[in-house]
């Protein structure tokens, strides 16, 4: 099935040829939408990641809820994550990862439990600002990967490219990273940017980039409102093909042999869109700090009575 799957991807790409841009690559540039009911991993009703036209619309009439809160406010957040299941070879996907074969994240016992330490740790600190997510600090935020799936909104991508670099820009708190060409060396080990260090390189139609020395600090990864967890040691292969005059295939691979059992791979489409990104001011009005840090003091004050 991995390998049908992932063949269905090749071939639909090999019939179509992207134009050059001035530099002679295959142009990419554009504003992409990557908004997707799709999740990360096949939730367990299902056989397969792939599903029939029917399952499909039913899917899509009555998708889970994202967040689960006391106001049943979600349609938004549906509606922002794009509405539909992606597809890809004319196929709906209920599972981002095609490898392993049942669509789940390939947890070793010591990497499941040191992603559950890190997610309780986010969750729990209340003590110090810089213990909170780094997304509730505006300082980098937990979409745009490696690898680069689905935020619960702004999932709009902006691509730029010039003779040496490509830089990706999600609209969620506008984080923009930049891909070195051809040059594959890493940065030395002690340097560790929010979203890891990438290294680029075209083949035939494919930008192939490679992203290492990822930060300890940075929060455990999401697609919609399922998180996972790379350590520092971690590899992301990422693959950018563009298919049609209005989609990317993107797929990727992890490799970080401290939490998983095995590489995983997975798949998306990216859909062209024509509505601009707009500024994510993430700092103006973001009172989600004071009030976290100023909640915990009050319980602690109640306790202690």
Known sequence: MVAALTLCGTSQAAGYHAPRNV???????????NGWLTPLERPPRFRSIELSDTEARAYEAQPPPVVTDDVGG???EMWEMGGRLA???????????VDPADGTLPYSEAG?????????????????PERRSTSEQ???????????LIGLYANNIQIVQTRDAVVLTLEWNH???IVRLGDRRHLPAAIRPWTGDAVGWWEGETLVVETTNFNARQDPLRSGPEYYYLSPEAKVIER?????????????SVEDPSTYRQVWRGELPMR?????????ACHEGNYALPDILAGARAAERTAAR
């Open 272 to 280: 062209a869109t024509a509505v601009k990104t707009f500024e994510f």
């Open 240 to 252: 950018f093909t563009r298919t049609s005059p209005t989609e990317i295939l993107y797929q990727f």
């Open 87 to 97: 597809r890809i070879g004319g196929r709906a996907r209920v599972a981002i990862i």
């Open 112 to 128: 499941r439990r040191k992603a559950e330490a890190v997610l309780h740790a986010v969750k729990s600190e209340f003590d110090n």
């Open 138 to 148: 505006c300082l980098a935020p937990n979409t745009i990967g490696p690898p680069m």
């Open 175 to 177: 984080e923009a990273r």
């Open 74 to 76: 979600n349609d938004s």
């Open 23 to 33: 530099f002679g690559q295959p142009d990419l540039e554009g504003l992409w939408d």
